[in-house]
């Protein structure tokens, strides 16, 4: 497992999951075994080179080309996963974890599986302890996903199923369920069956027409405490002679909404709540 490697070595081992780092940020993810041969287009490394080198090591492609030995990050695992399908943005994954509290023990249900970026995450974080259900109504994809999974060496925290969100999920009592599908204000029913009293559920949609619909049916359904969030992420050249911000950010790719499954809803009025957001923004300045 990639969590066990850091607590027990402070050396690459053969079977760990190590990532190569080179000029410009290229890396590469890779599993060592002995005898294993890594090519790249700056040279070639063998695995029996890294196998008992320190963490943080610099080497040497047979060209001379420098690769630094790293023990890769969540981040890293989810920005090289093999995709089929557009993968959610670091950004937007850890504004999900922090905000529905995903952490050790969870228990936790995506549908639409998708490559496995955000699945990552959250086997990542529930630990050996938790467990994370995910539904995909397309076969084929959620075989990449699988197969990312498993590559990482997280699968075993991970219950794959083939099912449609209108039919609903047989799993009661989750603790946080997030919906990545292009309408998911029409499944707030099914995903309100399976959440815990209090549980957390999380969206994510491209446009503001969704985020009105997704509005709408989370008050129908009894979803308090919601919040519409957009990430945006600015890069800095890192030459302290000359920082500036770099030509492109990743600006809009989608809003979250997240939601808290509650008995009933009060006569509490938007104009409240949108308050109390503006009131805890000003404390953050």
Not at 54 to 67: D, I, T, V
Not at 137 to 159: E, F, H, S
Request: proline share 4%; aromatic share 8%; glycine share 10%.
């Amino acid at each position: 497992m990639i969590t066990s490697q850091i607590e027990s070595s402070n050396f690459a081992r053969e079977g760990d999951l190590v990532q190569l780092q080179g000029a410009g940020h290229k890396s590469h993810l890779l599993r060592l075994e002995a005898g294993g041969v890594l090519q790249t287009h700056r040279g070639v490394i063998r695995h029996d080179d890294i196998i008992g080198q320190k963490w943080g090591s610099r080497l040497e492609s047979h060209q001379g080309n420098p690769f630094y030995l790293l023990q890769p990050g969540i981040a890293d695992l989810i920005k090289n996963i093999k995709r089929s399908t557009q993968i959610m943005y670091p950004k937007e994954i850890g504004q999900i974890l922090i905000t529905m509290g995903i952490g050790p023990g969870m228990r936790v249900l995506e549908c639409g599986s998708g490559s496995g970026g955000l699945t990552t995450a959250f086997a990542y974080m529930v630990g050996e302890s938790g467990q994370v259900y995910s539904y995909e109504r397309k076969p084929d994809v959620q075989a990449l996903a699988i197969k990312n999974l498993t590559r990482v060496g997280l699968l075993d925290r991970v219950t794959f199923k083939i099912g449609d969100a209108s039919e609903g999920f047989s799993e009661e009592n989750i603790d946080a369920l997030f919906l990545d599908l292009p309408n998911p204000y029409d499944y707030l029913e099914q995903a309100r069956k399976s959440l815990k009293p209090g549980g957390y559920l999380g969206m994510l949609v491209p446009t503001v027409n969704q985020v009105q619909l997704c509005l709408r049916s989370l008050m129908h359904h009894n979803f308090a405490f919601v919040e519409v969030i957009e990430v945006l992420v600015r890069y800095y050249k890192t030459d302290w002679e000359h920082l500036r911000p770099v030509d492109r950010m990743i600006a809009h790719t989608g809003f979250l909404l997240f939601g808290r499954a509650v008995e009933r809803l009060g006569l509490e009025k938007t104009e409240e709540v949108s308050q109390t957001k503006d009131e805890e923004a000003e404390e953050l300045l």
